[in-house]
């Protein structure tokens, strides 16, 4: 199956600082990326979707200027948590996908701690 | 609006039984998927089965297999021969094939979370 990275699988930072997400898709082309936020013990939900070369569509309630997504290649999206705060806390999840036919894979996840 | 119900919360069956997750689901389309995700301890999203709307044929993969019921809106999975790796979070999840639209977004269930016991 088609394999998804996503770096760091963890990291905690201080309150205030900006934390970057890399997401890579290995072994095909991803047309299109999508960013997921997932609360323990819940589902997924979506944050955005970003298509390469174009801006990142976000979903509702979801900041744009807090979290900034870059899809500047067909193997990578990169999102960006500024000025993060403790609420943001959360495990971040990628996926990619090569065409509107195709299945989404998901990358490992990213446990993003803010003190 | 579409939706996706798992009406199961938790389940657990004894190894080497066979246990069906339930899911349905509410769409005004007629060309879509739906897929089975699990998501183990790890919470590395796995996919389990996917089935085409259009296709009759029920998906099999391995013990996997699926129970698709277009007109009632059901997409169960079943699991053969459960195995303690089969511990995990069950997502079902839907997308419509409609690409200029909703660009074919997942939209899932809340899950159910099986259990596997010795």
């Known amino acids: 199956g088609a394999v998804v990275s996503q770096h760091p699988s963890w990291v905690i930072c201080k309150s205030g600082t900006s934390v970057k997400i890399e997401c890579r898709s290995l072994?095909?082309?991803?047309?299109?990326m999508f960013w997921y936020r997932q609360f323990p013990k819940q589902s997924l939900m979506l944050m955005a979707t970003?298509?390469?070369?174009?801006?990142?569509?976000?979903e509702q309630g979801v900041e744009k200027d807090k979290f900034l997504i870059n899809h500047a290649s067909l193997t990578l999206s990169t999102l960006t948590v500024t000025s993060a705060h403790p609420e943001d806390s959360s495990f971040y999840i990628c996926?990619?996908?090569?065409?509107?036919?195709?299945?989404?894979?998901f990358g490992p996840g990213t446990r993003l701690t803010v003190l | 609006a579409q939706t996706v119900t798992q009406s199961q919360p938790e389940m657990s069956v004894q190894e080497a039984e066979t246990v069906t997750l339930s899911c349905t689901y509410d769409t005004s389309e007629n060309n879509y998927y739906l897929f089975w995700y699990k998501q183990p301890p790890s919470r590395q999203m796995i996919l389990v089965i996917r089935q085409e709307a259009y296709k009759q044929q029920n998906a099999t993969e391995n013990r996997f297999s699926v129970n698709f019921q277009k007109a009632a809106k059901s997409f169960s999975l079943k699991i053969s021969d459960s195995q303690l790796g089969d511990t995990a979070m069950y997502f079902c999840?839907?997308?419509?094939?409609?690409?200029?639209?909703?660009?074919?977004?997942?939209?899932f269930g809340k899950g159910t979370k099986l259990s596997v016991k010795p």
């Open positions: 072994d095909f082309q991803a047309t299109t």
């Open positions: 996926s990619a996908r090569g065409d509107y036919r195709d299945t989404q894979y």
């Open positions: 999840a839907f997308t419509t094939t409609n690409y200029g639209g909703s660009q074919g977004n997942l939209i």
């Open positions: 970003s298509n390469e070369g174009s801006k990142a569509t976000y």
